[in-house]
């Protein structure tokens, strides 16, 4: 792999993965613009989030277990993909 491809696969990871994990965050930015929008209240907004972290907890295990298992660029396409779709459809709705 040459040198300048090797920098931009590097550049390339580091900004999605930042990005995947400031997107379920988003809230933070847009609090009432996305409570107005979703046409819901702070508690509900908030078990919102408990329930995305608690999805993200359970889903940690057998993410490990993929990881040691199947070639981690094809897992990182795949993820990558995954998120790009939900988040797509998540500003859609």
Do not use: H, W
């Not at 491809?5 to 809230?27: E, F, H, M, Q, S």
């Not at 396409?77 to 709705?93: D, E, M, R």
Request: hydrophobic content about 55%; proline content about 2%.
């Amino acid at each position: 792999m040459s040198k300048i491809r090797y920098i931009l696969t590097l550049i390339a990871l580091g900004v999605c993965g930042g990005t995947i994990y400031i997107i379920p965050y988003v809230r933070y930015s847009f609090y009432t613009q996305l409570t107005e929008v979703m046409q819901v209240s702070n508690a509900q907004l908030a078990s919102l989030t408990s329930m995305y972290a608690l999805v993200a907890i359970i889903l940690f295990i057998p993410g490990g277990i993929m990881a040691d298992k199947f070639n981690a660029k094809k897992l990182i396409v795949f993820s990558l993909a995954g998120t790009t779709i939900l988040t797509v459809i998540f500003a859609l709705q």
